[in-house]
């Protein structure tokens, strides 16, 4: 993939940098009473299978699956749901939603009993947060498992050598250029410092953005992740963030926003997630230019989590497996342009796609640190609206 | 033996009355406690319990990277004393006061021009058209908004092409887009209320003024507007505290310097958990609005009361120096304020009109994406709504919470005002207070606060209580108008009712709460209005098993503009349009006189 490879032993149980440290965490009283509810679910005659009261789907009570909106939900009914219940005769569905992004609900409906849906797609920092606060359910690493070789940072590991999520889909950033308002497409990051695209860009408003990442990867002053290891490391790549605002005509939240903001003409160019850069791209050639940066994607991931509350565990560990064969994660890279959760020799892809998806083996992608955003939160946030928001 | 089962059952009867009698006489006796706990008990127990249950938490410490524990610190309100929030406050209360200048000033010319010069079929139907407006979920008019001022945008493409600018001079986000968008979304309420005020003052009395020599500007200066300013007073109100809480606007038509408490909170509750500073944003906020609604109230007690034969006025000098100026404005322009009037209200009602016909318009369009003009038309859009069970069981929630809303805002709202106004209570200005306070509540600290609270009382997740919630942010409503409405109605008519013989109840029935009855509809349909439109609250409350409008169409705009949002929106504008016209019609409640 980086065209750094290791053995699929050690990627099992390794931890690489850009896999977050985990910090210990007490799930006893969960699992006792887990334990316990389970054995009381198993002794109670249902009268049928697939009641409500034992953990089984059924047509009445599905798998829940939420996934984000629009084009993706469609792909993803199409490529993973609609074959996984085919194939395994497992009642499923999938609901759109914000998916983890929302822990303040989860976290109340998990409390209260409740199972908002069985599986949700969630970022890095979202998983960390649910597994400190005892959100999801951990895994076995034995009852995870695929026919290809799946990527190690996909498959984040508690400290008790648990699983905490299992890899759903890589999403890598690149830089989308909107020819209606800029000539020439735009071929790398420091054009955001740039001020010949004064009020031109468009970013994600949010501190954990990556900008931080990017910036102490690109500029020959910082050392990459070994400056944000640091407080006044920090600083003063937030320094530097800081000159782009000039650049920014548009701080958005969710990517519709930029594209809507592209569509008006508003927006000349977007760091943007290169998935949905390539649908567009595809769907209006003459309009949209994606490129991958000339010092590489930044790379960024999902990856599946099941709600403690969850009486489906079983059934979604199975969706899981289905989910990491190589041939679905094709269909699915195929059709959504996600990066695969697989390794490259994996997957029977073609080369071209793959690169697209991906970015050229010969370059690094922009490994961003999530544990940072976690760690740092309230300062980085506070620096951030100080700093770099106008 | 007959006459005995007679003089029996004549005796059973006479019992029954006895009891019956005695019944109603102690119903009658604590009628008055009914009236008056009915509605402190529900607002002690689902604003102030949480109100309670926030401040508690603002003191609880928030470790990095982890949930919220019981504990006291006192470091979210020194982070926000540090500066960086006090900012966020700035710019909100900012915003907050520009939007209420601009909504009085653009609105009083409206209201009086409506209330004055226009046929009570056009008056209708102006009305309809406004009211419409507020029926369009505040997203989606907020993308229109966005439309229409784009750089490549209707009003850039129009003055470009008159030759009034060489390019464009709009920006789809900005201080000028929000400050535009407060005033589409709030103005409508301004209006509203100052129309209803307005039309209550005898056109006699203005005939008198213009009899005796004023002019017509000096007839609104010297005559209407004194008699007014009640109304004024309340619309300016009501319009600071919703654009002090709004949060979708500034969102999405603001760049991050026009951001407000409400997206802060927003952000430390979404991004970062962190509901303790989130819920000290909120003690402050709230402490700082309350602050300016106790020197607003001073100023207005200091500097006068205006009577209804308008000769007391705010401020003498100040309206004797208007007078005069007014005076010397040529009699060739007073006398063509009515016609001036029609021209204006014409121009605004297109303006008005422009945001609706932008989201009709864009549900028609053929492609996956929204697109203004559209390239075709297509009523796919429709079709999937009203297959979809999705969209069909998100309209069916939304609009039973909505009514059930109404009814308990109306309720607390309606009988709390009863309370203070005929009541004598020692503690009418604390009641008034605790009426309000629900409103200076910004509605994302609502949702948290509310969210706690209902996990406790396992009332969370459920419809009844989003209904409660919005039930309760939304009494205030009901509360002033219903005030209003008492304060304004004429103590005659009830004291010739009561001389020629009606008891309390009697009276109440069938000639107080006629009387009111627009002002009890107005209370209702502002709680029912607000209610389809809320977000942020059900978002926090409704849990997972449903979802209402609002959410579902946040929900996908963060990752598709479809036409399928305007479809919605077009389907929730003619329901609620169709509904107020037959209630108002079938009851003949004349709300729009």
Request: charged fraction near 20%; charge should be negative.
């Amino acid at each position: 993939m980086n065209g750094n490879k290791e053995s699929s032993n050690t990627k099992a149980q390794s931890k690489t940098d850009s896999v977050p440290e985990c910090k210990k965490t007490s799930h006893s009283r969960r699992r006792v009473l887990s334990t316990v509810a389970a054995g009381v679910g198993a002794t109670t005659i249902a009268g049928c299978l697939g009641s409500s009261e034992t953990d089984e789907p059924t047509d009445n009570s599905p798998l829940r699956v939420e996934v984000y909106g629009g084009i993706f939900k469609e792909v993803m009914d199409e490529q993973l749901i609609n074959p996984f219940r085919e194939e395994t005769g497992i009642p499923v569905e999938s609901e759109s939603g914000l998916s983890a992004s929302q822990l303040s609900r989860i976290n109340a409906a998990v409390n209260a009993g409740e199972t908002p849906v069985d599986l949700f797609a969630a970022q890095p920092t979202q998983y960390i947060r649910g597994h400190e606060m005892g959100l999801w359910h951990t895994h076995d690493p034995s009852a995870i498992s695929s026919s290809g070789d799946v990527i190690p940072e996909m498959m984040p590991m508690t400290d008790d050598s648990e699983l905490m999520a299992v890899g759903a889909f890589g999403v890598y950033e690149s830089l989308l250029t909107n020819l209606d308002v800029i000539d020439d497409p735009v071929t790398t990051w420091k054009a955001l410092w740039d001020d010949q695209y004064e009020e031109q860009f468009a970013v994600g408003q949010a501190f954990d953005n990556y900008l931080i990442d990017i910036t102490a990867h690109i500029f020959d002053e910082f050392d990459g992740q070994e400056t944000l290891e640091t407080e006044s490391g920090i600083t003063s790549v937030l320094e530097k963030v800081q000159e782009v605002k000039p650049q920014i005509t548009t701080w958005f939240d969710g990517e519709a926003e930029a594209q809507e903001g592209m569509q008006r003409n508003d927006i000349g160019a977007a760091k943007y997630y290169n998935d949905v850069a390539l649908v567009l791209e595809e769907q209006e050639n003459s309009k949209y230019d994606n490129v991958v940066p000339d010092e590489g994607l930044l790379k960024d991931h999902r990856a599946w989590v099941i709600p403690e509350s969850s009486p489906n565990v079983e059934a979604a560990q199975e969706f899981l497996n289905y989910s990491l064969q190589p041939e679905v994660q094709k269909r699915i890279t195929e059709e959504l342009y996600t990066a695969p959760v697989l390794e490259r020799d994996s997957m029977d892809i073609s080369d071209d796609l793959y690169t697209a998806v991906h970015g050229p083996d010969s370059m690094d992608a922009i490994e961003p640190n999530h544990q940072m955003y976690i760690d740092r939160e309230e300062w980085l946030d506070s620096q951030w609206r100080d700093m770099v928001l106008p | 033996m007959a006459s005995d089962d007679i003089s029996s059952q004549r005796t059973q009867l006479q019992r029954i009355l006895n009891e019956t009698k005695s019944i109603r006489k102690r119903i009658k006796r604590h009628t008055k406690k009914i009236i008056v706990g009915y509605p402190i008990s529900i607002l002690v127990l689902f604003a102030v319990v949480p109100a309670g249950i926030l401040f508690v938490t603002s003191f609880f410490p928030k470790p990095s990277g982890e949930y919220y524990s019981i504990g006291f610190t006192t470091t979210h309100y020194v982070r926000i004393l540090e500066g960086q929030a006090l900012e966020y406050i700035t710019t909100t209360l900012s915003l907050a006061v520009m939007t209420t200048l601009m909504c009085l000033l653009i609105g009083f010319p409206m209201a009086y021009g409506l209330s004055r010069f226009c046929s009570p079929k056009y008056k209708r139907n102006y009305l309809i058209v406004i009211i419409a407006t507020m029926w369009l979920t505040v997203i989606i008019r907020t993308y229109a908004i966005q439309i229409l001022y784009a750089t490549d945008g209707m009003f850039n493409r129009l003055l470009v092409w008159l030759g009034f600018v060489p390019e464009a001079i709009f920006e789809s986000t900005g201080l000028f887009t929000v400050l535009t968008g407060m005033v589409y979304g709030y103005l409508p309420f301004a209006l509203l209320t100052m129309y209803s005020s307005i039309n209550k003052i005898e056109p006699s009395i203005e005939e008198a003024s213009l009899n005796l020599g004023a002019n017509r500007l000096q007839t609104i200066w010297r005559v209407i507007i004194p008699q007014a300013i009640q109304g004024i007073a309340v619309a300016g109100g009501l319009v600071f505290i919703l654009s002090s809480g709004s949060y979708v606007i500034p969102r999405l038509l603001g760049d991050p310097s026009q951001w407000t408490v409400p997206i802060l909170i927003t952000q430390q509750i979404s991004n970062q958990l962190n509901v303790p500073y989130a819920a000290a944003l909120a003690i402050v906020f709230v402490f700082v609005i309350d602050g300016l609604f106790v020197v607003s109230f001073w100023a207005y007690r200091r500097l006068g009361r205006v009577s209804v034969v308008g000769i007391e006025s705010l401020s003498t000098k100040f309206v004797r120096v208007g007078d005069s100026i007014l005076g010397y404005v040529p009699n060739s322009f007073t006398s063509r304020v009515p016609m001036l009037l029609r021209a204006y209200l014409f121009v605004l009602l297109v303006l008005f009109a422009l945001p609706l016909a932008v989201v009709i318009s864009v549900s028609f369009s053929p492609g996956s994406v929204m697109q203004f003009p559209p390239e075709g038309f297509s009523l796919q859009w429709y079709e999937e709504i009203l297959t979809a069970a999705l969209w069909r069981n998100a309209l069916f929630d939304s609009l039973s919470i909505a009514v059930i809303a109404a009814v308990i805002s109306t309720s607390i709202g309606a009988s709390l005002a009863y309370s203070i106004d005929r009541f004598e209570l020692e503690y009418k200005s604390q009641l008034m207070a605790l009426g309000v306070t629900p409103l200076v509540i910004p509605p994302v600290i609502a949702g948290v606060a509310y969210m706690s609270y209902f996990l406790q009382i396992d009332i969370w997740g459920t419809k009844y209580g989003v209904a409660i919630a919005h039930g309760v942010v939304f009494s205030p409503f009901a509360l002033v108008l219903v005030k209003k409405g008492l304060d304004e109605l004429d103590d005659h008519l009830e004291e010739a009712a009561s001389s020629l013989g009606a008891s309390q109840v009697q009276l109440t029935r069938t000639v107080t709460v006629p009387l009111l009855s627009s002002a009890l509809f107005s209370g209702a349909l502002f709680a029912f209005v607000l209610s389809l439109n809320e977000y942020i609250i059900a978002y926090f409350i409704s849990g997972f098993g449903f979802n209402t409008v609002p959410i579902e169409i946040f929900s996908s705009l963060r990752y598709n503009y479809s036409p399928e949002i305007a479809a919605i929106s077009v389907i929730y504008i003619m329901i609620t349009t169709i509904v107020v016209v037959v209630v108002d019609r079938r009851f003949d409640l004349s709300l729009w006189n």
